[in-house]
């Protein structure tokens, strides 16, 4: 059985705020990623395959294996960080979770519904996530589609 986070009663549901803070930070951090896939890709083309340098880049295969390469490591980056800890870099800064409704790590499939359901709500202009502005739970279009919560965790007590 997987394991409960901490500080379930502590938590609270996440305002637009800190999700628009956390998801300005994950995108510096996919960015990086990206560009890191990219050149990754560039150079698979250009040096292994050997691909004139006024040819990378032009071919169908190209745009859609690097197209495919760029949506599976945001993917496998949103995936990791959900289930190993239930939050992303850029949700550690804002103290967010993501987490089922009884308080456990998200599941892959879970977390492959956020993500398809995260692009959907961002190509309708953002309204799945202004959907938080409404929701009595302050719910998402992704946390509602995949079962799950985003809560805000309780500052750390400071010890001396």
């Known amino acids: 059985m997987p394991r409960r986070f901490d500080h379930l009663d502590d938590a609270w549901p996440a305002g637009l705020g800190r999700r628009l803070?956390?998801?300005?930070?994950?995108?510096f951090l996919v960015a990086a990623i990206w560009l890191l896939v990219a050149v990754a890709h560039l150079a698979l083309f250009r040096f292994v395959i050997g691909i004139g340098a006024e040819a990378v880049g032009t071919g169908l295969a190209q745009r859609l294996t690097l197209q495919a390469l760029l949506l599976a490591s945001a993917f496998a980056f949103f995936a990791f960080c959900w289930k190993r800890a239930g939050m992303t870099l850029g949700m550690q800064v804002w103290r967010l979770r993501v987490q089922t409704r009884d308080g456990r790590p998200i599941s892959l499939a879970q977390?492959?519904?956020r993500f398809a359901v995260a692009w959907l709500s961002l190509a309708a202009f953002g309204l799945g996530y202004l959907w938080v502005l409404f929701d009595a739970e302050r719910r998402s279009w992704p946390d509602i589609a995949s079962g799950t919560r985003t809560v805000v965790l309780p500052k750390a007590a400071r010890g001396r």
């Open 21 to 27: 803070g956390a998801m300005l930070y994950d995108g």
């Open 111 to 113: 977390s492959l519904i």
